[in-house]
T-cell receptor, first 112, second 109 residues
């Protein structure tokens, strides 16, 4: 079945440093989403980026569809960025037939 | 103002019992989903519904039954609960971009 590999599995930064998170997937994705999961467990959608580069705030995602990889860049990290970052892909036709497959995540810890 | 409501937030059940997890969404999309996250596995897809009809089912056990009484509701009935069912169950809405509810954390003793 579809596989999603994320690296690194964990990352520790000093506040202000940048982070680069990687996501590799085993087959073509019609959709790719990055999520943030708080230490309390809630899930927040950060970016949908099936191809190309997208920015929102301090986040930049670059997806190279042909190479089946995506990255999430977090600039000027803050302690509040601590949590787990999840990459999820859908290889179906999307819409109501979407079915996300998740990676195991990158656990980010930002220290002050 | 929460757009996806899940109830209850926490649930403790005994082995063999039956529980219903509630999900309501007010984001206007007709596609709804259930996902599950346990300590042993990453988030995994369970069901997808569109216009109150089952689109996809990746759950092997018939003990898990989604129920859609209204178009913005998708509850999850779990029967004959087992300790391995302990997990956080997330309801989600949307198609290409999915948004997740806060989850129901289920503990089966």
């Amino acid at each position: 079945g579809q596989q999603v590999q994320q690296s690194p599995s964990s990352l520790v930064l000093q506040e202000g440093e940048n982070a680069e998170l990687q996501c590799n997937f085993s087959s073509t994705a019609t959709q790719l989403q990055w999520f943030y999961q708080s230490p309390g467990g809630s899930l927040v959608s950060l970016l949908s980026n099936p191809s190309g580069t997208k920015h929102t705030g301090r986040l930049t995602s670059t997806t190279v569809t042909k190479e089946r990889r995506s990255s999430l860049h977090i600039s000027s990290s803050q302690t509040t960025d601590s949590g787990t970052y999840l990459c999820a892909i859908d290889h179906n036709s999307g819409g109501s037939n979407a079915k996300l497959t998740f990676g195991k995540g990158t656990k980010l810890s930002v220290k002050s | 103002d929460p757009k996806i409501i899940q109830k209850p937030k926490y649930l403790v059940a005994v082995t063999g019992s039956e529980k219903i997890l509630i999900c309501e969404q007010y984001l206007g999309h007709n596609a709804m989903y259930w996902y599950r996250q346990s300590a042993k596995k990453p988030l995994e897809f369970m069901f997808s519904y569109s216009y109150q009809k089952l689109m996809d089912n990746q759950t092997a056990s018939s003990r898990f039954q989604p129920q859609s009484s209204k178009k913005n509701h998708l509850d999850l009935q779990i029967t004959a609960l087992k300790p391995d069912d302990s997990a956080t169950y997330f309801c989600a809405k949307g198609g290409d971009t999915q948004y997740f509810g806060p989850g129901t954390r289920l503990l089966v003793l």
